[in-house]
């Protein structure tokens, strides 16, 4: 497969009054044309800052370093806000974790879809309805010509999420980034809607950059898994090969999920040890 991203140790770090605390550190990977990539690990570990790194949307405050960051062919790091604006929601778009704190809640969901695609097509503008009915149509949405009218507050939070899908992915992006996209919704939902986006991505040929805290959904749903602790990559494996999972880390993150095979009264609680911050190939 064709490379499509390319992360060569990517530092981030945020100055503050209290000192300098560094957000992630020297995380690298490689991301190909098509390819679905699962980034998993607790929260605060550095799975968020890589992404918005990606899009180059750190907070305030954050400084952004990294031997290369190329994005099919562009150097994001020397790319202007210009060329990035050209980017964003265009070749790269970020479905957030809940669509009610992602959608404007004064405008109709349709006309938030339309002003996605006239935004990055101003030759085509005309076709902007149109094209929003088709993605209603392509999550799934019955009656897309209701659905349209409708505004955020009106919207379950499972179609709150497909009308994100179809606003990020109305424009046929290259690389998908999905921060927590199913956290907020049951399992029955979780399953439609990551259902639809493997629909979509494979009829566009996407790329996806998954980001999850649950083992099991990004196993099953990825071809690769990168797990990050402390702001570092500690284990990449193919998600086939989760269970042989070698890094401590990783191996006390599968000890303390639920199995209905070996139940348990009391789940363990990882215990941090200094090994757990070492990558795989330094492990005593």
Same mark, same amino acid.
């Given at each position: 497969?064709?490379?499509?991203?390319?992360?060569?140790?990517?530092?981030?770090?945020?100055?503050?009054?209290?000192?300098?605390?560094?957000?992630?550190?020297?995380?690298?990977?490689?991301?190909?044309?098509?390819?679905?990539?699962?980034?998993?690990?607790?929260?605060?570990?550095?799975?968020?800052? #890589?992404? %918005? !790194?990606?899009?180059?949307?750190?907070?305030?405050?954050?400084?952004?370093?990294?031997? %290369?960051?190329?994005? !099919?062919?562009?150097?994001?790091?020397?790319?202007?806000?210009?060329?990035?604006?050209?980017?964003?929601?265009?070749?790269?778009?970020?479905?957030?974790?809940?669509?009610?704190?992602?959608?404007?809640?004064?405008?109709?969901?349709?006309?938030?879809?339309?002003?996605?695609?006239?935004?990055?097509?101003?030759?085509?503008?005309?076709?902007?309805?149109?094209?929003?009915?088709?993605?209603?149509?392509?999550?799934?949405?019955?009656?897309?010509?209701?659905?349209?009218?409708?505004?955020?507050?009106?919207?379950?939070?499972?179609?709150?999420? %497909?009308?994100?899908?179809?606003?990020?992915?109305?424009?046929?992006?290259?690389?998908?980034?999905?921060?927590?996209?199913?956290? !907020?919704?049951?399992?029955?939902?979780?399953?439609?809607?990551?259902?639809?986006?493997?629909?979509?991505?494979?009829?566009?040929?996407?790329?996806?950059?998954?980001?999850?805290?649950?083992?099991?959904?990004?196993?099953?749903?990825?071809?690769?898994?990168?797990?990050?602790?402390?702001?570092?990559?500690?284990?990449?494996?193919?998600?086939?090969?989760?269970?042989?999972? %070698?890094?401590?880390? #990783?191996?006390?993150?599968?000890?303390?999920?639920?199995?209905?095979?070996?139940?348990?009264?009391?789940?363990?609680?990882?215990?941090?040890?200094?090994?757990?911050?070492?990558?795989?190939?330094?492990?005593?």
């Amino acid at each position: 497969m064709t490379e499509l991203l390319d992360v060569q140790e990517l530092h981030i770090h945020f100055s503050g009054a209290r000192g300098i605390s560094h957000a992630v550190r020297g995380v690298s990977f490689q991301l190909a044309r098509g390819e679905k990539l699962g980034i998993v690990g607790e929260s605060g570990s550095g799975k968020s800052q #890589t992404a %918005r !790194a990606l899009l180059k949307i750190t907070a305030r405050g954050g400084t952004v370093s990294a031997r %290369r960051l190329d994005f !099919a062919g562009t150097d994001l790091l020397a790319a202007s806000e210009r060329q990035m604006q050209q980017i964003r929601g265009r070749r790269i778009s970020m479905i957030l974790q809940d669509p009610k704190f992602s959608l404007n809640p004064l405008m109709r969901v349709g006309e938030q879809i339309a002003e996605t695609w006239r935004l990055h097509h101003p030759r085509a503008r005309g076709e902007a309805r149109q094209r929003s009915l088709a993605m209603l149509e392509a999550v799934h949405i019955r009656d897309p010509e209701r659905v349209y009218r409708l505004y955020p507050h009106e919207v379950s939070g499972g179609m709150g999420q %497909r009308i994100m899908i179809a606003m990020m992915l109305i424009t046929e992006p290259e690389l998908i980034i999905a921060d927590e996209p199913t956290s !907020a919704l049951d399992v029955t939902v979780r399953r439609q809607i990551l259902g639809i986006l493997d629909e979509l991505l494979q009829r566009q040929g996407s790329s996806l950059l998954l980001i999850s805290h649950d083992l099991d959904l990004v196993a099953g749903f990825c071809d690769r898994i990168l797990v990050m602790y402390a702001g570092r990559v500690v284990e990449q494996l193919p998600a086939s090969q989760l269970q042989q999972a %070698r890094h401590p880390y #990783t191996r006390a993150l599968l000890a303390s999920r639920p199995s209905l095979e070996y139940p348990q009264e009391l789940l363990p609680v990882p215990q941090r040890t200094p090994e757990w911050l070492l990558p795989l190939e330094e492990q005593p």
